[in-house]
């Protein structure tokens, strides 16, 4: 591992479960700032692993003036904030535990996981340009990476769909692949998985992007034949053993429209996952969105999301099995694959 990689490992994840109840790694917004006050001050994440430098940057640390251009550059909400937050005694703490890195790490080599940082070149590009400085530090994965700058469309969806709803995403997915693109969604049982694995049908490629328990991932019977073809990759922003939690879905939900060319909502609830996702594309207009009319009555949550329009930058637009190829095509300015 590169020792950039490491020193970002470090500041910015949990290494282990026993570790959550008494270490803080920073958040995605306070390291967003951070990298950027470290840049802005002639630092780079190396330097983190230098005692040295670590003395130096908590001297500048406190000058008013060495965070002018670093406050310049990131228009976070409540940023002074987050910035209090961020003190130098938890970036040591954090730092100390690089002798604790190694055990980790060889298990995670050992499932075939690799780690991206911002740097890396198969780091998606499009999450780095649409979230800015809110972007994950690290990917933990597995796979293929070189799918993760792969043009793709993004399916999102109830767990508790129909088999109406399962035939109609198997449908979409079809045309997409025949498209030229590929499925990018979120792992979980209902429309993510029935989207991936008729992705992988068709002989295309996916990427899921996980909320978490990569490392059990690893092994699940349902994605080896993806993996061993280089046809799947799974990423998750957080470390490879981390269990569920609701937060952490929110926060891979604005990933998936994010490393996104377009959306599709099969199906959803009016309250939710799906629906608070899709409601938060539509506000920040990552991706072009499209909800699925292929059910009368047409399920609250797609109804919703047709008729949003509260400060947002898009509007959802209607489809069916018929008209889908060719709306998607007009509402997305790329070259085809």
Same mark, same amino acid.
């Given at each position: 591992?590169?020792?950039?990689?490491?020193?970002?490992?470090?500041?910015?994840?949990?290494?282990?479960?026993?570790?959550?109840?008494?270490?803080?790694?920073?958040?995605?917004?306070?390291?967003?700032?951070?990298?950027?006050?470290?840049?802005?001050?002639?630092?780079?994440?190396?330097?983190?692993?230098?005692?040295?430098?670590?003395?130096?940057?908590?001297?500048?640390?406190?000058?008013?003036?060495?965070?002018?251009?670093?406050?310049?550059?990131?228009?976070?909400?409540?940023?002074?904030?987050?910035?209090?937050?961020?003190?130098?005694?938890?970036?040591?703490?954090?730092?100390?535990?690089?002798?604790?890195?190694?055990?980790?790490?060889?298990?995670?080599?050992?499932?075939?996981?690799?780690?991206?940082?911002?740097?890396?070149?198969?780091?998606?590009?499009?999450?780095?340009?649409?979230?800015?400085?809110?972007?994950?530090?690290?990917?933990?994965?597995?796979?293929?990476?070189?799918?993760?700058?792969?043009?793709?469309?993004?399916?999102?969806?109830?767990?508790?769909?129909?088999?109406?709803?399962?035939?109609?995403?198997?449908?979409?997915?079809?045309?997409?692949?025949?498209?030229?693109?590929?499925?990018?969604?979120?792992?979980?049982?209902?429309?993510?998985?029935?989207?991936?694995?008729?992705?992988?049908?068709?002989?295309?490629?996916?990427?899921?992007?996980?909320?978490?328990?990569?490392?059990?991932?690893?092994?699940?019977?349902?994605?080896?034949?993806?993996?061993?073809?280089?046809? !799947?990759?799974?990423?998750?922003?957080?470390?490879?053993?981390?269990?569920?939690?609701?937060?952490?879905?929110?926060?891979?939900?604005?990933?998936?429209?994010?490393?996104?060319?377009?959306?599709?909502?099969?199906?959803?609830?009016?309250?939710?996952?799906?629906?608070?996702?899709?409601?938060?594309?539509?506000?920040?207009?990552?991706?072009?969105?499209?909800?699925?009319?292929?059910?009368?009555?047409?399920?609250?949550?797609?109804?919703? !999301?047709?008729?949003?329009?509260?400060?947002?930058?898009?509007?959802?637009?209607?489809?069916?099995?018929?008209?889908?190829?060719?709306?998607?095509?007009?509402?997305?300015?790329?070259?085809?694959?």
């Amino acid at each position: 591992m590169e020792r950039r990689t490491q020193a970002i490992l470090l500041i910015s994840s949990l290494i282990n479960s026993q570790e959550a109840k008494y270490v803080k790694p920073l958040t995605v917004n306070e390291y967003g700032y951070f990298v950027c006050w470290l840049a802005m001050n002639g630092f780079s994440e190396e330097d983190l692993l230098s005692s040295s430098s670590i003395d130096s940057m908590e001297m500048l640390w406190s000058s008013a003036s060495s965070h002018y251009a670093a406050k310049k550059a990131v228009n976070f909400y409540r940023l002074d904030a987050t910035i209090r937050n961020i003190q130098f005694e938890r970036i040591r703490d954090l730092l100390k535990r690089e002798s604790n890195l190694s055990n980790s790490l060889e298990r995670w080599q050992r499932a075939g996981i690799w780690i991206l940082d911002r740097h890396h070149e198969h780091y998606p590009s499009a999450l780095a340009e649409r979230m800015g400085h809110q972007s994950p530090a690290l990917l933990f994965g597995i796979g293929n990476p070189e799918l993760l700058n792969k043009q793709a469309i993004a399916f999102v969806g109830s767990r508790n769909r129909t088999l109406n709803d399962s035939e109609h995403t198997q449908h979409y997915v079809s045309q997409v692949n025949r498209l030229g693109f590929q499925v990018v969604s979120g792992g979980a049982a209902g429309i993510d998985i029935d989207a991936m694995t008729a992705s992988l049908t068709n002989d295309n490629s996916c990427v899921g992007i996980l909320a978490d328990s990569l490392y059990k991932a690893a092994s699940n019977p349902i994605w080896q034949q993806g993996l061993q073809s280089n046809k !799947l990759a799974l990423i998750t922003p957080q470390y490879p053993e981390s269990g569920f939690s609701t937060a952490n879905a929110m926060i891979r939900n604005k990933y998936i429209y994010a490393m996104s060319c377009a959306a599709v909502v099969v199906c959803s609830g009016e309250k939710g996952g799906t629906w608070e996702g899709a409601q938060q594309n539509l506000k920040h207009g990552w991706a072009p969105l499209f909800v699925s009319k292929h059910e009368e009555p047409l399920q609250l949550g797609n109804s919703k !999301l047709l008729a949003y329009n509260s400060k947002s930058k898009l509007q959802a637009t209607p489809i069916n099995a018929e008209n889908f190829s060719e709306l998607l095509m007009s509402k997305i300015s790329i070259q085809l694959i």
